[in-house]
């Protein structure tokens, strides 16, 4: 049983089409961070939200933190090809040592 | 400032073999963790370390071991290699263990 769900699992889109990227959890997090990975690449770091219900802007991308801090969602606006790639969330369970829970991922394509 | 280095990127071993991967986290981080990447798994937490001492640890057996130096850089270590071993093993560092983490590019590893 995962215990942070992505969705969708996969999602194909055009160029300048809006999507939004779902993470869910029935669990709390001290904090969750959104990493994107490319192929044979290890997950870069796009965002870290920490208080509930926190919204972080970065460029076209909108990460927002639930208010329970059980889930968040990362919404692309006017996606770019660039932006193709597995998008991960992850949750910090403790506030004590680095020991993230990792979704499953949701692999974004973005047809020009 | 350079980023976290793993070598060596690519590995080929036969089973029952041991290996050893390598890890060199940003200068002036603390905390090195490392996780296992499958395709069915996906991102899997193995181990943190801080301070040349493991302060967390996932669920995995105890074939799979790690230790940190007094510079922090850190080694992680396989014994009796499985074909299930294969994996992409990421390193990923941070300052003190809680927040924002940094990947390394990874090292594929393949069991025949």
């Known amino acids: 049983t995962q215990l942070l769900e992505q969705s969708p699992q996969f999602l194909s889109i055009q160029e300048g089409e809006n999507l939004t990227v779902y993470c869910n959890s029935s669990?709390?997090?001290?904090?969750l961070q959104w990493y994107r990975q490319e192929p044979g690449e290890g997950p870069v770091l796009l965002v870290t939200?920490?208080?509930?219900?926190e919204v972080k802007k970065l460029k076209r991308l909108t990460f927002q933190f639930g208010d329970a801090r059980k889930d968040s969602s990362l919404h692309i606006t006017a996606a770019q090809p660039g932006d193709t790639g597995l998008y991960l969330c992850?949750?910090?369970?403790?506030?004590?040592?680095?020991?993230?829970?990792f979704g499953p991922g949701t692999r974004l394509s973005v047809l020009p | 400032k350079a980023g976290v280095t793993q070598t060596p990127r690519y590995l080929i071993k036969t089973r029952g073999q041991q290996v050893t991967l390598s890890c060199s986290p940003i200068?002036?981080?603390?905390?090195v963790s490392w996780y296992q990447q499958t395709p069915g798994q996906g991102l899997q937490f193995l181990f943190e370390?801080?301070?040349?001492?493991?302060?967390n640890k996932g669920n995995f057996p105890g074939r799979f071991s790690g230790r940190q130096f007094s510079n922090s850089r850190s080694e992680m270590n396989v014994s009796t290699l499985e074909l299930g071993d294969s994996a992409l093993y990421l390193c990923?560092?941070?300052?003190?263990?809680?927040?924002?983490?940094?990947f390394g590019q990874g090292t594929r590893l393949t069991v025949v």
């Open positions: 992850a949750g910090s369970l403790s506030n004590y040592g680095q020991n993230f829970v």
């Open positions: 990923a560092s941070s300052l003190e263990g809680i927040g924002e983490a940094f």
């Open positions: 669990s709390v997090f001290s904090s």
């Open positions: 370390y801080f301070s040349e001492t493991q302060r």
């Open positions: 200068s002036g981080h603390r905390s």
């Open positions: 939200v920490v208080t509930g219900g």
